[in-house]
Structures are given as C-alpha cells and as structure tokens.
C-alpha cells in the first residue's frame, strides 16, 4: 500500500509517536485524521495543513472512535479509511505490595488495561469494520493496522505488571487479528519500541533517562519518535509484513 493519496487514522496523536508518524504521513502525500484527548491535537492538526483534521477522542469510547473513523473516510474523498497507527497510552508503575504492606490499587491496575489493550480492540475492531467495505488493491488489500506495544511486553521491570500486561495484550492480538482480517484484505501489525523521546518520558527524572539512554547498546540514546514513524510507514508500505511485532530498541533488554 502507498501512502500518497490514502488516509490514515493516528491515534495519540498530539504529541510524541502519533505526532510524528502523523507529520511523515503527511509529508508523504497521505491524509491523516489525528486522535488525541488533548486539546493540543487541533493545534498540530493546522500546523499539518489541509490533509490533516483533528478529531478529539477517547480510545476506550465506541463513540469517539467511530466519529474519528467516520471523519477519515469522510476526508478520504470517497477511497475509504485505508490505514490505522494507534500510539494512543497510558504508563503505569505500581508493585503488587508496596513499602508499607499495602496492596497494589485494582482501580489503577483495570484502568491501564483498559486504555491499552482495551482501547486498542476497540481501535482495531472499528477500523476494520470500515476497512472491509474498501475496494481491494492489485493484490487485494484493503487496509493496514499499526500498534503500538513495548519491550515492557517481554522485558517487564518491578511495578510494570499492569502495563507490561496490557503491552503483552497488544502483542498477543496481532497474530490472530491478522489471521481474521485476512479475509478482507486487512494487515496487522504491532511495534515494541524501547526508550524514546516522548512526553512520557520527560516525567522520569534526568538520571533515570540518561541511565536507560547508556544501556541501549547501540546507538547509546533513546529513540526518536520519527525513528517509529519511519517504521510505521514502512509496515504500510511493505504488504508482507503482517502478523509480527517488531522491536524498535536498539537491542536493548531491559534488567
């Protein structure tokens, strides 16, 4: 599939991965509805020009996520939604028994897996749907799903349960997704990027960044959210890879 002349549907898209993946898609000749909760996401939508459109929503909301689908292929000029990257997520740290004895909040555990493997269904389920009524390419392709998973769905640290949990979830939905979707000519794939730049990130502190940066074994730093866009748009443009998660780490293996 091309990117040039096809819309796509970015979620998280304010900041960070989503953001970038949505500026290379664009720069690429493609159209792209961002989703994000934040406001922020209208903003970076102008800066994109006239082949991008903000659409506020919530990942986990049926609602939100038909209305941000329904405006992709409204934006598609009659060629239908024919790709998704999902970057949309949430970071959680909690151990199951903290210093005092306590346990670990089940409230706080639900909700991590609600966003990130929850949301992620439901992105998925949703855009397939619309996908399926496209008209099939030479090869009979209809439509291509990116998310996003992490390292921590295999190299989970102390107090990743919930998130390594649902980043595990997300992985192990690619291969029976693509083996579904096949049928309608649909794609899907997952990335496990390891430690980026992003806004998630910047909420560690300095040592704790430059101490993961130092134990990449190469190149010695974190990740660079275009570094995940350029991997998006290849899965998209690349029709044989489906079914697989791709670490994007450096070769890092978390301790």
């Known amino acids: 599939m091309q990117v040039k002349d096809n819309t796509f549907l970015i979620t998280g898209a304010a900041s960070g991965l989503g953001a970038a993946t949505a500026e290379r898609l664009v720069a690429?000749?493609?159209r792209?509805?961002?989703?994000?909760?934040?406001?922020?996401?209208?903003?970076h939508a102008k800066t994109l020009g006239e082949?991008?459109?903000?659409?506020?929503?919530?990942?986990?909301?049926?609602?939100?996520?038909?209305?941000a689908v329904d405006a992709a292929v409204e934006l598609s000029d009659g060629r239908g939604l024919a790709g998704v990257v999902h970057c949309a997520g949430v970071v959680s740290v909690a151990k199951l028994v903290d210093r005092e004895g306590n346990p670990a909040d089940l409230d706080a555990y639900a909700r991590t897996v609600q966003i990130n493997l929850v949301g992620?269904?439901?992105?998925?389920?949703?855009?397939?749907a619309a996908m399926a009524k496209n008209v099939?390419?030479?090869?009979?392709?209809?439509?291509v799903i990116?998310?996003?998973?992490?390292?921590?769905?295999?190299?989970?640290?102390?107090?990743?349960?919930?998130?390594?949990?649902?980043?595990?979830?997300?992985?192990?939905?690619?291969?029976?997704?693509?083996?579904?979707?096949?049928?309608?000519?649909?794609?899907?794939?997952?990335?496990?990027?390891?430690?980026?730049?992003?806004?998630?990130?910047?909420?560690?502190p300095d040592e704790a960044a430059e101490a993961l940066a130092a134990?990449?074994?190469?190149?010695?730093?974190?990740?660079?959210?275009?570094?995940?866009?350029?991997?998006?748009?290849?899965?998209?443009?690349?029709?044989?890879?489906?079914?697989?998660t791709i670490r994007l780490d450096g070769g890092i293996r978390m301790q």
Not at 221 to 236: T, Y
């Open 136 to 143: 099939p390419g030479e090869d009979g392709e209809r439509g």
């Open 51 to 67: 082949h991008a459109r903000a659409v506020r929503g919530d990942v986990t909301s049926g609602d939100d996520i038909q209305a």
């Open 32 to 43: 792209v509805v961002l989703c994000d909760l934040s406001d922020v996401v209208e903003a």
């Open 215 to 244: 134990a990449v074994p190469f190149p010695k730093r974190l990740g660079k959210p275009d570094e995940f866009a350029r991997l998006a748009e290849q899965i998209i443009i690349n029709s044989m890879l489906n079914g697989e």
């Open 146 to 204: 990116v998310n996003t998973a992490s390292i921590a769905a295999f190299d989970g640290q102390v107090g990743q349960c919930a998130y390594s949990a649902s980043k595990a979830g997300v992985v192990g939905m690619s291969l029976p997704a693509a083996r579904e979707l096949s049928r309608h000519g649909v794609r899907v794939m997952a990335i496990a990027p390891g430690v980026f730049e992003t806004p998630m990130m910047s909420e560690i």
């Open 28 to 30: 690429g000749g493609g």
């Open 120 to 128: 992620t269904f439901n992105v998925m389920r949703l855009a397939a």
